[in-house]
């Protein structure tokens, strides 16, 4: 549907003038949001919450599916016989990377709000519940059927598990005309290329013994600190893009014993995935090389064992520049007065993306800092901006009932 078209349509003026005038309750709903803990794999309390406001904003079939998303329906339009079928689905994730027990305690400081997971994600939930309200208060009913789900399993360890589930096999979403994620905040960020991703975790074994008497033997730390250098080393011959990221390490049980294990998280990433495929290989020869190394210049005879482990396995692709739903994203964008960036980022996104289904992730709005630290923040300048921004899009997409 044409963009000057929605935002002529009077109930559309409505509904942006919902969004601002419910400014104040929506920032507090994102610091009710950031108060419920959701580590990854922990998200049920924060689901249940964003289960019971789906139900509270008159949304149909409202339900935790097998995996712990939170989907709920707007109001579905009369059967058209010519209409296209496939839903419109807008998102958030309810997960954060903060481990169970962080302290989780929002501090105001004026404009800005401070806590581990209020921007990531809580913003685009708050804004995601606040597109709901609109929409039901001024009674639009989209031609497309609109699907609200906040996702599980989104950052870490996660894998996209909640997306992954919602697409699927034989999953009615793989029809979906567009998706729609809505991560972090900002006002001008469009995420139409998805970041590939994989995620091991190597560990290598030995004997282990004291650091004196075993002398000599194969250290499996000394053997993990080499892959590491390695990694460092590696570049591709034809310049490809891409990062190596070590994020976690460990092994041992004491200074003064040789460790009988040790272990390293690997991250791969590239946008290419021929590029990651040609990666991934370069990384398990870095790997064996340490490996062989440390052994090759112990002294006692005793081998080691490498294993490598796939933590994490997230699919690259794009939604091209000229698909309408970047064309959309792009246009509300412009119409709100700031300039749009398409950009890559390993995202909810990532998935639909693979399966060719037309997905970008947004930011909701707002300025943030020190996502993914205990220091971070947000403030709402531009908060309701890229709420009606993420609005538009929708409607760009779905469509308006007439009835409306």
Request: proline share 5%; charged share 25%.
């Amino acid at each position: 549907m044409n963009l000057q078209a929605i935002i002529s349509h009077p109930t559309v003026r409505n509904a942006r003038s919902a969004i601002h005038s419910r400014d104040r309750e929506t920032v507090n709903e994102q610091v009710r949001l950031v108060s419920i803990p959701a580590p990854t794999g922990q998200e049920s309390e924060r689901g249940k919450y964003v289960g019971k406001r789906f139900k509270e904003l008159g949304l149909e079939k409202s339900h935790m599916d097998d995996v712990g998303n939170v989907v709920g329906f707007l109001r579905r339009p009369k059967a058209r016989p010519n209409g296209a079928s496939g839903p419109v689905l807008l998102t958030a994730h309810l997960d954060t990377v903060f481990p169970d027990g962080t302290p989780i305690e929002p501090q105001r400081e004026g404009q800005r709000i401070r806590a581990p997971g209020i921007t990531d994600n809580a913003r685009g939930l708050a804004a995601m519940l606040a597109i709901a309200a609109a929409l039901r208060e001024t009674r639009i009913t989209t031609e497309k059927p609109l699907v609200f789900v906040a996702t599980v399993g989104e950052e870490g360890l996660g894998d996209l598990r909640g997306v992954k589930h919602l697409f699927g096999e034989a999953s009615p979403f793989r029809s979906a005309t567009a998706f729609i994620s809505l991560d972090g905040a900002g006002i001008t960020r469009i995420v139409n290329r998805a970041i590939g991703v994989f995620r091991w975790r190597v560990t290598v074994s030995g004997l282990g013994g004291h650091s004196w008497g075993d002398r000599g033997l194969a250290n499996p730390l000394h053997a993990i600190g080499l892959a590491v250098a390695k990694l460092r080393e590696i570049r591709l011959e034809d310049g490809g893009d891409f990062a190596i990221n070590v994020g976690r390490i460990g092994g041992g049980t004491s200074v003064n014993s040789i460790p009988s294990d040790a272990w390293l998280e690997l991250d791969l990433r590239s946008e290419d995935g021929s590029t990651l495929a040609r990666l991934e290989g370069l990384v398990r020869v870095a790997l064996k090389s340490a490996v062989r190394q440390e052994i090759d210049e112990s002294t006692r005879g005793v081998p080691l064992v490498m294993k490598i482990e796939k933590i994490g396995e997230r699919p690259s692709g794009e939604t091209p520049a000229d698909a309408p739903l970047v064309v959309a994203a792009v246009a509300a964008t412009k119409l709100l007065g700031s300039t749009p960036e398409l950009i890559a980022s390993s995202t909810d996104a990532n998935v639909p993306i693979s399966l060719q289904v037309p997905a970008v992730a947004m930011g909701a709005g707002g300025l943030a800092g020190g996502v993914h630290t205990m220091d971070e923040w947000f403030e709402n300048q531009g908060g309701p901006i890229g709420i009606e921004r993420a609005l538009l899009t929708v409607l760009a997409i779905a469509g308006i009932d007439q009835a409306s």
